[in-house]
């Protein structure tokens, strides 16, 4: 299996440094773009356009499931880069309610196909307002969400049940 953490740089250095005491493989960092970041309103530091993403794998000696040639199709028939222009959650994305650090599911979709196969669980602990789901489901994986917070589980559901029903629709 992978992990795959992300991050902006307030902890993500951190949390790749405890990756590394804990002897895991850090695969890759890449970093996701923003095309339309939130405006930066003190004016006093660069408006924040990326986020990191870290993969990784348990051990130094893990296997990991990279789907190549999926990636260079994403990426018009040349080798993906680490760095990875995707715009925020669309309106669409939100409308059965917003999460603070809600990701696009393009961009979870891209991290799922690279790394699993059709019919591969998918875990995500923090899983808000279930993105990560939503994306494990239109690419055919079994996905399993743990969420905390009562208000964003709900959310996830609404979304998850949302993505099942557009899926039984396209079969």
């Known amino acids: 299996g992978a992990i795959w953490i992300s991050g902006t740089r307030h902890v993500i250095f951190s949390v790749g440094f405890a990756m590394q005491q804990l002897g895991m493989k850090l695969l890759n960092e890449i970093a996701w773009e923003k095309p339309n970041p ?3 309103l003190s004016c006093r530091y660069f408006t924040h356009s990326t ?3 870290i993969w990784a794998a348990k051990s130094m000696k893990s ?20 760095v990875w222009r995707i715009a925020a959650p669309t309106a669409e994305e939100k409308s059965f309610g917003k999460h603070p650090t809600q990701k696009p599911v393009t961009l979870l979709e891209r991290i799922i196909k690279a790394c699993t196969h059709p019919g591969d669980l998918v875990l995500d602990p923090f899983a808000g307002s279930g993105t990560t789901g939503v994306a494990a489901v239109r690419l055919n994986r079994k996905f399993i969400g743990i969420e905390l917070d009562p208000q964003f589980a709900a959310l996830a559901v609404k979304r998850l049940g949302e993505a099942e029903r557009q899926l039984a629709l396209a079969l």
Do not use: V
Not at 63 to 82: C, E, P, T, V, W
């Open 38 to 40: 939130p405006p930066n």
């Open 51 to 53: 986020e990191t993403l």
């Open 63 to 82: 296997k990991h499931i990279f789907n190549y040639q999926d990636m260079r199709a994403l990426a018009g028939g040349k080798q993906m880069k680490s």
